[in-house]
């Protein structure tokens, strides 16, 4: 099987979509998880004197995604082997904080789909995928852009 590329006719290649909603237990989890220390996370009172409609989610909280997601119809499409696949780099731009009842609609797409030669004679596989999370309005609230990277077999 090809893996998708970025060279779609229409530009990079969807590969899931995912919906999911910023529950506050979750936060909780995440606060408690990375010590987060700031009561905007923890108290709707000092999320509201922040301008916030509740409490606010921690910076990483849209990883929460993966477990609504298909990840192994994930793996096959892009024709990876598990095993030999490691998190490169994630970076999270925020439009806007997320709160807890936010409804979030996430479309991820491979926006690159590279393969190297590495010094010791194998490959390297590096795979870019993009994921654009929009609330119920529709606008982007954050955009996810991940690298990962499927080591060579020998």
Same mark, same amino acid.
Not at 78 to 83: A, E, S, Y
């Given at each position: 099987m090809t893996a998708p590329g970025a060279d779609g006719p229409d530009g990079p290649v969807e590969i899931d979509r995912v919906e999911f909603e910023v529950e506050?237990?979750?936060? &909780?989890e995440f606060v408690r998880a990375t010590a987060v220390q700031d009561p905007i996370h923890r108290d709707s009172a000092a999320a509201r004197s922040a301008g916030l409609a509740d409490i606010a989610a921690t910076a990483t909280h849209v990883v929460v995604a993966g477990h609504h997601r298909d990840q192994l119809a994930f793996v096959r499409a892009? &024709?990876?082997?598990?095993?030999r696949v490691v998190v490169g780099a994630v970076r999270w731009d925020y439009e806007r904080p997320l709160v807890a009842g936010d409804s979030l609609r996430g479309m991820r797409h491979v926006v690159a789909d590279e393969?190297?030669?590495t010094r010791t004679g194998g490959s390297l596989r590096r795979i870019t995928l993009r994921t654009d999370y929009l609330d119920a309005a529709d606008t982007r609230v954050v955009r996810v852009t991940e690298t990962i990277?499927?080591?060579s077999a020998s």
């Open positions: 506050r237990g979750k936060i &909780g892009l &024709g990876l082997d598990l095993p393969r190297r030669a990277i499927e080591r």
